[in-house]
């Protein structure tokens, strides 16, 4: 009976011209939601211009609740440094483990000539960080702290872009995916905004930076779909405000800022784009993450390799642990020996390592069938 139900079963699935590997999208579904995803986002600007509140607004959580803000005295010697706060953020069953990596003392000395050096050195660590790992023996749990999307405030109180603003993200464009943000636009009218984000624009091709491009959509998207992200192509930059209480207004609770001549709804896009902000960030989550593989970190991968580890015989690359690929892109340099020669070590190591597992997996395979055919021979 059950061998004719189980039949049934299977004949169901037993469609003229169907194969069965539309259900791959469904597998790929499941195994990315049981494994949950991750996510690096960087916030630069000024103090004062609302990146952690924005940030907090975007996500619904409090990621700095035991944050101390500075007084003016200490701001005058405080030096810039990097701060990652994660948070394991929760969905309808989805799992996203957030890292917000702010940047406290970002322009805000007299001479900001190196200020952005140590946000260059912390987003190279990342990259090396996550090469190390995937170049190691273990590469099944790498953790990806790669930076992902940086939002660069603007300050909304100028007439575009400073020099700052420029010579930063001068510096970064090839490192990260860039989205202009200009901060509190409340404080400014609909034609200020407007005139604002022209000059804006302007300057950034004038000036030859490459900002985050939104991928555009195939013939085939939906009309809807299409619609969105011309709106979020003509958002950019994106003049936002963030707001971190919930207000009453006629009758229904808003998150907004309340002034004496109304109040500023943070979701109404009539008041700012920071839905379109966030649109921007949830539907292209995944294509940040692609860019930021296949672009960026390949750029820093091959200029790392270059430059570094160059190893002039074909067979000492392979012997080393290195593929082929790599030794062809090892020989396109030149390198200190003593660089070579560590590199070089530390393969062989990890190559003894290998051989010593092997070794101790079939000496435990051979005292295990040792003790299966003596179990064998006493019966």
């Known amino acids: 009976m059950s061998s004719e139900t189980s039949n049934k079963n299977f004949s169901n699935l037993e469609t003229p011209g169907y194969v069965g590997f539309a259900n791959l999208p469904n597998q790929v579904h499941r195994k990315s939601v049981k494994k949950g995803f991750e996510f690096t986002l960087m916030v630069v600007g000024e103090s004062g211009l609302g990146k952690s509140t924005l940030v907090n607004s975007l996500f619904l959580t409090d990621l700095y609740p035991e944050r101390v803000i500075p007084d003016a005295i200490e701001k005058t010697n405080q030096t810039v440094k990097l701060d990652a706060s994660t948070v394991e953020i929760e969905e309808r069953g989805v799992k996203l483990r957030l890292t917000v990596v702010d940047t406290p003392g970002y322009g805000d000395a007299i001479d900001n000539t ?56 001068k510096q970064l464009h090839n490192k990260v995916n860039i989205v202009p943000v200009i901060a509190k636009a409340d404080c400014l009218t609909k034609k200020e905004v407007q005139r604002l984000k022209s000059r804006v624009m302007e300057e950034i091709e004038r000036e030859g930076i490459k900002i985050y491009p939104l991928p555009d959509c195939d013939s ?55 839905i379109k902000l966030r649109t921007m960030l949830i539907t292209h989550m995944q294509d940040l993450q692609e860019v930021t593989q296949e672009v960026h970190y390949e750029n820093y991968r091959s200029e790392r390799l270059a430059r570094s580890g160059q190893v002039p015989k074909r067979h000492t690359s392979t012997e080393s642990g290195l593929s082929e690929a790599e030794s062809n892109g090892l020989t396109n340099g030149s390198e200190d020996p003593s660089d070579r020669e560590r590199a070089l070590r530390e393969k062989e190591a990890e190559l003894r390592r290998m051989q010593e597992m092997l070794e101790q997996m079939q000496r435990q395979m051979q005292m295990q069938a040792a003790s299966g055919a003596s179990t064998t021979t006493t019966a």
């Open 220 to 274: 085939d998207e939906d009309e809807d779909y299409k619609e969105q992200v011309r709106q979020l192509k003509e958002a950019v930059p994106f003049a936002v405000c963030g707001a971190g209480q919930q207000l009453e207004v006629r009758g229904r609770r808003v998150r907004g800022r309340l002034y004496p001549w109304g109040v500023v709804e943070v979701e109404n896009p009539e008041h700012c784009d920071f």
């Open 114 to 169: 190196d200020c952005f050096r140590s946000i260059i050195q912390y987003i190279d660590e990342q990259f090396e960080r996550f090469l190390r790992d995937e170049s190691g023996l273990n590469r099944r749990n790498i953790v990806d702290n790669r930076i992902h999307c940086c939002f660069y405030f603007i300050s909304p109180f100028g007439h575009g872009l400073k020099p700052l603003d420029i010579e930063f993200m």
